[in-house]
């Protein structure tokens, strides 16, 4: 099956910083997603994103298809971002059998 | 629309019992999916239906998970019995087949002790 590669396992910040999250999936795809799990444990959906550039505020994202990456930006780092960032990639068919996700990486925004 | 609806939100149960754990999908979702998050393995797909048709259920880790999907509106993903290491966040999402942004429900923390 398709693997979904996330990095960095972890980051750091203080509050105000900027971050850059990566994202690599091994077979093309045609849709990709970006969600935060809260601390409280919930998914939130981010991004639907196959391919180009959206925007949401503060967070903005990338997704190369042809070079099978996505990219999730964080600017301004508020203490309500910390959780973890999920991508996910569809298993095949676009979606409409489910997702395999990456690992994630663990986000602390330090005041 | 008021998401995507699971329940109960916590589960504590002895091993051997019977757990039932409900979804109810966004109204006009034909596709839905219940995943298990782990920290050992992470989100996994367990199951998924087309138009409450079960359609791969290979990610069910043994016989003793089922699910079913009576109508549109509400899905069951039962554990009989249960054991300690199905100790895990199940969640439920749903989807449309044409437009394939999931969204998924709050989860239900089960504990097996």
């Known amino acids: 099956g398709i693997q979904v590669e996330q990095s960095p396992p972890d980051l750091i910040l203080q509050e105000g910083a900027n971050s850059t999250l990566r994202c690599n999936f091994s077979?093309?795809?045609?849709?990709l997603q970006w969600f935060h799990q809260n601390p409280w444990g919930q998914l939130i959906n981010l991004f639907y994103?196959?391919?180009g550039t959206k925007q949401n505020g503060r967070l903005s994202a990338t997704t190369v298809a042809t070079e099978r990456y996505s990219l999730l930006y964080i600017s301004s780092s508020q203490t309500t971002d910390s959780g973890v960032y999920f991508c996910?990639?569809?298993?095949?068919?676009?979606?409409?059998?489910?997702?395999?996700f990456g690992k994630g990486t663990h986000l602390i925004i330090q005041p | 629309d008021a998401g995507v609806i699971q329940s109960p939100r916590h589960e504590v149960t002895e091993m051997g019992q019977e757990v039932t754990l409900r979804c109810k999908p966004i109204?006009?979702?034909?596709?839905l999916f219940w995943y298990r998050q782990t920290m050992m393995r992470g989100l996994e797909l367990l199951i998924y239906?087309?138009?409450?048709?079960?359609?791969?259920d290979s990610g069910m880790p043994e016989d003793r998970f089922s699910a079913k999907m009576p109508n549109a509106s509400f899905s069951t993903l039962k554990i009989q019995p249960s054991e300690p290491r199905d100790s895990a966040v199940y969640f439920c999402?749903?989807?449309?087949?044409?437009?394939?942004?999931?969204?998924f429900g709050q989860g239900t923390r089960l504990t097996v002790v």
């Open positions: 999402a749903s989807t449309t087949m044409v437009y394939t942004e999931a969204f």
């Open positions: 077979d093309s795809v045609n849709n």
């Open positions: 994103i196959p391919s």
């Open positions: 996910a990639v569809p298993n095949s068919g676009g979606g409409a059998d489910g997702l395999t």
């Open positions: 109204s006009g979702h034909n596709s």
């Open positions: 239906f087309n138009n409450n048709v079960p359609i791969d």
